[in-house]
Protein backbone atom coordinates (compact mmCIF):
# COMPACT_ATOMS: atom_id res chain seq x y z
CA UNK A 1 0.00 0.00 0.00
CA UNK A 2 1.36 3.41 -0.77
CA UNK A 3 1.16 5.53 2.40
CA UNK A 4 2.74 8.34 1.42
CA UNK A 5 -0.28 8.67 -1.47
CA UNK A 6 -2.39 8.26 1.09
CA UNK A 7 -1.13 10.48 3.39
CA UNK A 8 -1.17 13.04 0.77
CA UNK A 9 -4.64 12.64 -0.22
CA UNK A 10 -5.82 12.83 3.38
CA UNK A 11 -3.83 16.23 4.10
CA UNK A 12 -5.81 17.28 0.73
CA UNK A 13 -8.86 16.37 1.94
CA UNK A 14 -8.27 18.20 5.48
CA UNK A 15 -7.64 20.94 3.43
CA UNK A 16 -10.87 20.81 1.92
CA UNK A 17 -12.61 20.53 5.30
CA UNK A 18 -10.66 23.69 6.71
CA UNK A 19 -11.86 25.55 3.35
CA UNK A 20 -15.24 24.58 3.79
CA UNK A 21 -15.52 25.39 7.62
CA UNK A 22 -13.53 28.83 6.48
CA UNK A 23 -16.10 30.13 4.11
CA UNK A 24 -19.53 28.54 5.10
CA UNK A 25 -21.66 31.30 5.53
CA UNK A 26 -23.68 30.97 9.17
CA UNK A 27 -27.05 30.42 7.19
CA UNK A 28 -28.65 28.76 4.35
CA UNK A 29 -30.23 32.46 3.00
CA UNK A 30 -26.70 33.79 3.09
CA UNK A 31 -25.13 30.85 1.15
CA UNK A 32 -28.02 31.11 -1.02
CA UNK A 33 -27.17 34.90 -1.64
CA UNK A 34 -23.58 34.39 -2.18
CA UNK A 35 -22.35 33.01 -5.39
CA UNK A 36 -19.00 32.93 -4.18
CA UNK A 37 -19.54 30.73 -0.63
CA UNK A 38 -21.25 28.84 -3.30
CA UNK A 39 -18.43 27.99 -5.61
CA UNK A 40 -15.82 27.33 -3.08
CA UNK A 41 -18.14 25.14 -0.89
CA UNK A 42 -19.68 23.05 -3.81
CA UNK A 43 -15.58 22.68 -5.24
CA UNK A 44 -14.46 21.59 -2.14
CA UNK A 45 -17.39 19.40 -0.66
CA UNK A 46 -16.98 17.39 -4.56
CA UNK A 47 -13.46 17.72 -3.73
CA UNK A 48 -13.73 16.25 -0.60
CA UNK A 49 -16.23 13.19 -1.68
CA UNK A 50 -13.44 12.56 -4.95
CA UNK A 51 -11.00 12.49 -2.29
CA UNK A 52 -12.63 9.90 -0.16
CA UNK A 53 -13.59 7.22 -3.09
CA UNK A 54 -9.90 7.91 -4.57
CA UNK A 55 -8.27 6.76 -0.77
CA UNK A 56 -11.04 3.99 -0.89
CA UNK A 57 -10.36 2.54 -4.44
CA UNK A 58 -6.45 2.37 -3.28
CA UNK A 59 -7.29 0.74 -0.31
CA UNK A 60 -9.79 -1.91 -2.01
CA UNK A 61 -7.10 -2.49 -4.77
CA UNK A 62 -4.18 -3.10 -1.72
CA UNK A 63 -6.78 -5.99 -0.42
CA UNK A 64 -7.05 -6.76 -3.39
CA UNK A 65 -10.69 -7.74 -3.05
CA UNK A 66 -12.97 -6.73 -6.63
CA UNK A 67 -13.05 -3.11 -7.52
CA UNK A 68 -16.62 -1.24 -6.89
CA UNK A 69 -18.74 -0.35 -9.65
CA UNK A 70 -19.79 3.03 -8.58
CA UNK A 71 -18.52 5.50 -6.38
CA UNK A 72 -21.01 4.71 -3.93
CA UNK A 73 -20.00 1.32 -3.67
CA UNK A 74 -16.56 2.24 -3.07
CA UNK A 75 -18.17 3.02 0.90
CA UNK A 76 -20.09 -0.09 0.85
CA UNK A 77 -16.78 -2.23 0.04
CA UNK A 78 -14.44 -0.52 2.83
CA UNK A 79 -17.26 -1.41 5.19
CA UNK A 80 -17.42 -4.96 4.25
CA UNK A 81 -13.55 -5.26 4.68
CA UNK A 82 -13.96 -3.54 8.25
CA UNK A 83 -12.11 -0.19 7.60
CA UNK A 84 -15.17 1.65 7.97
CA UNK A 85 -18.21 2.03 9.86
CA UNK A 86 -21.47 1.01 8.25
CA UNK A 87 -22.87 3.89 9.41
CA UNK A 88 -20.19 6.33 7.94
CA UNK A 89 -20.33 4.48 5.03
CA UNK A 90 -24.31 5.01 4.40
CA UNK A 91 -23.68 8.90 5.09
CA UNK A 92 -20.84 8.86 2.50
CA UNK A 93 -22.71 7.31 -0.22
CA UNK A 94 -25.19 10.27 0.79
CA UNK A 95 -22.45 13.03 -0.16
CA UNK A 96 -21.73 11.10 -3.20
CA UNK A 97 -25.35 11.71 -4.44
CA UNK A 98 -24.56 15.60 -3.71
CA UNK A 99 -21.37 15.48 -5.31
CA UNK A 100 -23.10 14.32 -8.42
CA UNK A 101 -25.73 16.82 -8.39
CA UNK A 102 -22.54 19.48 -8.25
CA UNK A 103 -20.82 18.24 -10.78
CA UNK A 104 -23.78 17.69 -13.47
CA UNK A 105 -26.38 19.46 -12.66
CA UNK A 106 -24.52 22.75 -10.93
CA UNK A 107 -27.99 24.77 -11.93
CA UNK A 108 -29.97 22.64 -9.34
CA UNK A 109 -28.23 22.19 -6.09
CA UNK A 110 -30.38 22.92 -2.63
CA UNK A 111 -28.47 25.77 -1.03
CA UNK A 112 -29.97 24.87 2.08
CA UNK A 113 -28.92 20.76 1.94
CA UNK A 114 -25.29 22.14 0.62
CA UNK A 115 -25.08 24.65 4.12
CA UNK A 116 -26.73 21.43 5.85
CA UNK A 117 -23.88 19.22 4.82
CA UNK A 118 -20.98 21.97 5.19
CA UNK A 119 -21.93 23.10 9.10
CA UNK A 120 -23.02 19.78 10.09
CA UNK A 121 -21.92 16.82 8.11
CA UNK A 122 -18.02 17.63 7.68
CA UNK A 123 -17.18 15.27 10.14
CA UNK A 124 -18.29 12.45 8.72
CA UNK A 125 -15.11 13.66 6.17
CA UNK A 126 -12.94 13.62 9.60
CA UNK A 127 -14.17 10.21 10.82
CA UNK A 128 -13.13 8.87 7.05
CA UNK A 129 -9.64 10.11 7.30
CA UNK A 130 -9.57 9.33 11.25
CA UNK A 131 -10.10 5.35 10.16
CA UNK A 132 -8.00 5.55 6.70
CA UNK A 133 -5.36 6.55 9.40
CA UNK A 134 -5.73 3.82 11.41
CA UNK A 135 -6.18 1.30 8.83
CA UNK A 136 -3.15 1.93 7.31
CA UNK A 137 -1.24 2.11 10.56
CA UNK A 138 -2.48 -1.30 11.79
CA UNK A 139 -1.65 -2.53 7.77
CA UNK A 140 1.38 -1.17 8.29
CA UNK A 141 1.93 -2.84 11.50
CA UNK A 142 0.61 -6.57 9.87
CA UNK A 143 2.92 -6.14 7.02
CA UNK A 144 5.68 -4.99 9.26
CA UNK A 145 5.73 -7.99 11.69
CA UNK A 146 4.90 -10.74 8.89
CA UNK A 147 8.06 -9.50 7.19
Known amino acids: MDRPLIEQKLESLRRCIRRIQQKCPETPAALAADADAQDILSLNLTRSVQLSVDIGAHIIA????????????????????????????????????FRNIAIHSYEKIDWYIAHVISSQNLGDFADFARAITGFIDSWNQGVGASA
Open 62 to 97: ALESPPPNTMGQTFDALAEAGVLPQELAQRLKKAVG
